[in-house]
């Protein structure tokens, strides 16, 4: 069992920034990768990004690319999603997700290769 739970979420202006972070607890965070997914109402789940089990690779979705960055400290069985130049429609609940079927380099962008979620934090950009 894992589980899994992100904070940092709020309010902010758009062309603000925000980190969100995931802490995992229940097997070590370097047995799996992780991956960041949002919600906005009335949409489904979208990818955002994900990071492998070491940190060495990671990807993301083309609406966030040059603007989030996901990172993770393994030690502290963290992830983090740094979010900069924020727009309105980044608004939505973050989900951060953990795949523990993933080899030390593997990542996904399908909600379906991951096993266990948080249960979200919301982001909300003002215009």
């Known amino acids: 069992q894992v589980q899994l739970v992100e904070s940092g979420g709020g309010l902010v202006q758009a062309g603000g920034s925000l980190r969100v972070s995931c802490v995992a607890s229940?097997?070590?965070?370097?047995?799996?990768?992780m991956g960041w997914f949002r919600q906005a109402p009335g949409k489904e789940r979208e990818f955002v990004a994900a990071?492998?089990?070491?940190?060495?690779?990671?990807r993301y979705a083309d609406s966030v690319k040059g603007r989030v960055t996901i990172s993770r400290d393994n030690a502290k069985n963290t992830v983090f999603l740094q979010m900069n130049s924020l727009k309105p429609e980044d608004t939505a609940v973050y989900y951060c997700?953990?795949?523990?079927?993933?080899?030390?380099?593997?990542?996904?962008?399908?909600?379906?290769?991951?096993?266990?979620w948080g249960q979200g934090t919301q982001v909300t950009v003002s215009s």
């Open positions: 990071i492998s089990r070491n940190g060495a690779s990671t």
């Open positions: 997700a953990a795949d523990l079927r993933s080899t030390l380099f593997s990542i996904s962008s399908n909600h379906g290769s991951y096993d266990y």
């Open positions: 229940g097997r070590t965070a370097s047995a799996y990768a």
